[in-house]
């Protein structure tokens, strides 16, 4: 008999739409006038971006499985880190 990880739906729609969210905030921040990023950084974050989107364009909310939720939440937790180390210390000038 094996189990199977059924995780509330509402936790994984709630992950998703603040993936999302950070997602678009991070790419409107690169784009900003005026915020002028190191390009290491600058590539660092594209990287996370990507890593997120294509996360989220894999999702199939109905058979995630307990890895395939904690596989996003890491993604999400570096880019949200990533995101907010690299964009205070680089403010619109």
Known sequence: MSLTFNPNAEQIVLLITESENLLKKTQAALKEPGRYIDLTCKLML????????KKLKKI?????????????RLTFERLKTTSENILNLYPVQ
Do not use: F, G, I, N
Not at 60 to 72: A, Q
């Open 46 to 53: 594209r990287d996370d971006c990507s890593a997120l989107k």
């Open 60 to 72: 199939r909310p109905e058979k995630m499985t307990e890895k395939d939720v904690e596989d996003l």
